[in-house]
């Protein structure tokens, strides 16, 4: 079984930034998918990026140009740099690694952006 664990979370201005971090641990595929998704209140949970164990990364084109996903594979960590924050981006950040036939979920960090 895997386990994510977030950490970063918080209250930020607009123009702010914030970085998310999320830690896996358990017996994990060595090729895999790492990501990072949110949930705004009274919405429907929502990619933000991805990134593949060979480092390819993919964006909604909401935060294109303003976050940016990394990971440290050997550490089983991704994380997510948040720049230019904007209150649209307030909701609830959820990790994720998805592996042949498992996807497994980090509990939610909050992120609050204030205008």
């Known amino acids: 079984q895997v386990q994510l664990v977030p950490s970063g979370g918080g209250l930020v201005q607009a123009g702010g930034s914030l970085r998310l971090s999320c830690a896996a641990s358990?017996?994990?595929?060595?090729?895999?998918?790492m990501g990072w998704y949110r949930q705004a209140p009274g919405k429907q949970r929502e990619l933000v990026a991805v990134?593949?164990?060979?480092?390819?990364?993919n964006y909604a084109d909401s935060v294109k140009g303003r976050f940016t996903i990394s990971r440290d594979s050997a550490k089983n960590t991704v994380y997510l740099q948040m720049n230019s924050l904007k209150s649209e981006d307030t909701g609830i950040y959820y990790c994720?690694?998805?592996?042949?036939?498992?996807?497994?979920w980090g509990q939610g960090t909050q992120v609050t952006v204030s205008s």
């Open positions: 358990g017996n994990i595929f060595s090729s895999n998918v």
């Open positions: 990134i593949t164990s060979g480092g390819n990364k």
């Open positions: 994720n690694i998805k592996e042949p036939g498992r996807t497994s």
